[in-house]
């Protein structure tokens, strides 16, 4: 009976530690079958569907003076949008799809809002530099013996005043400061009780200076 009895208790002691080493087993054939169906590992986010290239340039004026604040905008044909702001030295960086057709916007206050296509290429870097120009025009108006002349009124009709008119007047040094919709032909007319009106049609572009004399009538 003592022979029996122990005989019984290796038997299960046998299948108990059977039991624990196939589950083991088969845990660890089950981590590496779930690891196989899944694709393995975590995902650390999606994967990027293009490859991103820099973007980097300078922008500057026509002087080669780095303009600091400027917004750089990268607009894909394909759909969305990636901007930066130059830094003090006019300098922008910033990281666009590769191999993509788009249009660049660069835009600043008191500056010519400039738009051009742009293939950002297959390179790791791409490089394009901006120089702007000032969306207004200076001046000064005097009379014939060269005295400023204050509150003279200037008009600046783009296209025959059909597509807006701006209007503005000098200051008590006979200087004047007007903003332009766009480089283009103004109808051009000033104006000062008892003075003949000047009229005269010319090409202006933003940054220009011109002054204008004025005669008695």
């Known amino acids: 009976m003592k022979i029996k009895r122990g005989l019984s208790v ?17 845990s660890k054939w089950g981590d590496i079958l779930g690891s196989v169906f899944t694709g393995g590992g ?12 820099h973007l ?7 002087d080669q003076v780095p303009i600091q604040g400027v917004s750089v905008v990268f607009e894909s044909e394909k759909g969305g949008s990636w901007s930066a702001h130059t830094d003090a030295s006019g300098n922008y960086r ?44 200076t001046g000064k108006v005097t009379d ?32 004047y400061k007007a903003t332009l919709p766009a480089d283009t032909n103004y109808w051009v007319v000033i104006s000062q009780n008892g003075y003949k009106t000047i009229r005269t049609n010319t090409y202006l572009v933003g940054g220009y200076t011109r002054n204008y004399t004025m005669y008695e009538e």
């Not at 600043?108 to 293939?119: I, V």
Request: aromatic letters at 8%; hydrophobic letters at 30%.
């Open 56 to 62: 980097v340039g300078k922008i500057t004026d026509e």
């Open 42 to 53: 975590s995902s650390g986010g999606s994967s990027s569907s293009y490859k991103t290239v």
């Open 144 to 175: 014939r013996y060269e005295n400023t002349m204050q509150w003279v009124k200037l008009t600046f009709e783009k296209n025959g005043g059909t597509a807006g008119v701006v209007t503005v007047y000098t200051d008590e040094n006979g200087n």
């Open 94 to 137: 910033m990281n666009v799809p590769g191999a993509t057709n788009g249009t660049m916007v660069i835009s600043g206050t008191g500056w010519r809002t400039e738009r051009y296509h742009l293939y950002t290429s297959s390179d790791s870097e791409r490089v394009s530099n901006q120089q702007l120009h000032h969306d207004y025009i």
């Open 10 to 26: 290796l038997v299960s002691a046998c299948f108990l530690c059977t039991s624990l080493a196939g589950t083991a087993q088969a």
